[in-house]
């Protein structure tokens, strides 16, 4: 089955660049996507087709692909930025199929 | 604005079942696929079940197959899930999604703010 790997925990300090990676076999073929959930809320779409960002997403997301990882570079991180990050892709290659990573927890110092 | 408001959410017993709800407002919902994704109490996110614009076609993730059935009233501009056969493992924050056209319908644009099932004796 198709998976992805995230790293359960990123720390950084306030202005420093967080770097989330997010690892699958597929990732070559199909894009990745990127989501932000703050406790108690429903996730939301920071980044999509690997690079893309969303309209109303600061400039300081921003996404980048090589072979099979995917990375989510939050730059000069704001305290507000502390949240669980989730890497998603599609799998299309039978009965489709979407598939999340297992989520990162960035911590802001 | 675009927004989806689940409802349908509470305690059962193992073995029975639920039927949750998410109405939509704000966009065409019978122009856009449509998503569960379920969340377990301090673990990640699941995708659940897709169902098409049309209701054509319909997805499941394999844990649920053969459970759970997704559905939609256009109509009413409202999502269904049918859960039957609930598990423990079911418990979990109930989340419909819609499909975001920029992804080509593979990504998740927007979300309910989730509703809770919890399967317990």
């Known amino acids: 089955s198709y998976e992805l790997t995230q790293p359960p925990s990123v720390s950084v300090s306030p202005g420093q660049t967080a770097r989330i990676t997010c690892s699958g076999d597929?990732?070559?073929?199909?894009?990745a996507y990127w989501y932000q959930q703050k406790p108690g809320q429903a996730p939301v779409l920071v980044i999509y087709?690997?690079?893309e960002r969303p309209s109303g997403i600061p400039e300081r997301f921003s996404g980048s692909s090589s072979g099979t990882t995917v990375t989510l570079t939050i730059s000069g991180v704001q305290a507000e930025d502390e949240a669980d990050y989730y890497c998603?892709?599609?799998?299309?290659?039978?009965?489709?199929?979407?598939?999340f990573g297992g989520g990162t927890k960035l911590t802001v110092l | 604005q675009v927004q989806l408001v689940e409802s349908g959410g509470g305690v059962v017993q193992p073995g029975g079942s639920l039927r949750l709800s998410c109405a939509a407002s704000?966009?065409?919902?019978?122009?856009?696929?449509m998503h569960w994704v379920r969340q377990a109490p301090g673990k990640g996110l699941e995708w659940v079940a897709f169902?098409?614009?049309?209701?054509?076609?319909?997805y499941y993730a394999d844990s649920v197959k053969g459970r759970f059935t997704i559905s939609r009233d256009n109509s009413k501009n409202t999502l269904y899930l049918q859960m039957n056969s609930l598990r423990a493992e079911d418990t979990a924050v109930y989340y419909c999604?819609?499909?975001?056209?920029?992804?080509?319908?593979?990504?998740?644009?927007?979300w309910g703010q989730g509703t809770l099932v919890t399967v317990s004796s």
């Open positions: 597929a990732l070559p073929k199909q894009y």
């Open positions: 704000g966009f065409t919902f019978s122009s856009y696929g």
């Open positions: 169902i098409r614009y049309d209701g054509s076609n319909k």
């Open positions: 999604a819609k499909e975001a056209a920029y992804c080509g319908g593979d990504c998740f644009g927007v």
């Open positions: 087709k690997d690079s």
């Open positions: 998603q892709s599609a799998d299309s290659s039978g009965t489709p199929n979407w598939v």
